[in-house]
């Protein structure tokens, strides 16, 4: 996977999956490089029916003093399709998930922001009658998540509570500066760029990535006294594991909203075609840019794109909110426990008798067929 997208199963930030009750049909996107299903069956979270309560009760982490337990992490996991391999990725990534779900729904609580049974009634009202449209019930849902309907409930409030909140500072004035400031993101304007990434390690030391920086710096100077290319020097330099031999570092198009390591996005972006950055740090390593392309998309309405906008702003105001969270909070993580995952047998190949159907089973980990 190239060494710009972080492969997250799950929305790492609470934004969303507040919004999820009880869903069964929600799917993580499939890791791109996942082996095929015959040679790498894929995981699935051992099933809760065949755990004690003393695992279900589990504590996996615990966020000032509120616990995640593993029948909470059993209960999300279920939502999504688990692809192949990377438990441990897929593990941190829903606990991170969990735990930011928790950071949230404790801020909400702080801001004393009332929500009236009533509105969670209906929300709950509007649950059961989708659930029905699928051919399920409440009743069955609860069952199969193991949830209680004051839990239900309970994630309701937050979900609406959330909104309100949204809405509450999400004033028109805001959300028109917002929109100004976030033409790029809001448009669907895309770069072209390519990158020379020199990696750098949990343990490397602050001397170490100095040297590294000063290298980038090096290699830039070269490429601007036109000594030598920038694809010259990214074929020669680069540790991104997908740049081909003679690929030049070019990573092709890419918008604000692909999934590309926010640091580098907002680096790319603030560059304009045939500029070069300094040293950009993201978690993969050290990064020089250089912007080839740029394809301009029209400046959006405010009016006509309202809920768009909103919806951004959201997002970013729940970033900013666990940032200044996670400074203050208490989260201790539990490593994954080794019996989380239960691997399926692998596929046999046995030939499938004239005029027979297969019946297809659903993969381990995908979401149950309604019934």
Known sequence: MRAIVRPVWFATTAMGVLAVTLTTHAQAPAAKEAPPAASAPAPAPAPASRLSPAKLTEVLATINGE??????????????????????QIYSDAIETLVNMKLVSQFLTRQNIKVSEERVTEAVNQLEKQLKADGSSLAQALVESNKSMKEVRDEYSNRIRWIDYVKLRGTDAELKKYAESHKDLLSGTQIRASHILMKVEPTTSAAEKEQIKQKLISLKKDIEAKKITFAEAANKNSEDPANSENGGGDIGFFGLNSGIVEEFGQAAFALKPGQISDPVETPYGFHLILITDRQEKPKVDYEQN????????????????????????????????NDLFVKAPAPTTAPVPAGATKNAAPAPGTAKPAK
């Open 306 to 337: 309202k809920p768009l906008i909103l919806n951004a702003y959201a997002a970013e105001l729940q970033k900013d909110l666990l940032i200044a969270q996670r400074k203050a909070a208490k989260v201790d993580v539990k490593p994954m426990p």
């Open 67 to 88: 616990k995640i337990t593993r029948g909470e992490l059993l209960d999300f996991l279920n939502r999504y399709e688990i692809p192949p391999e990377n438990e441990e």
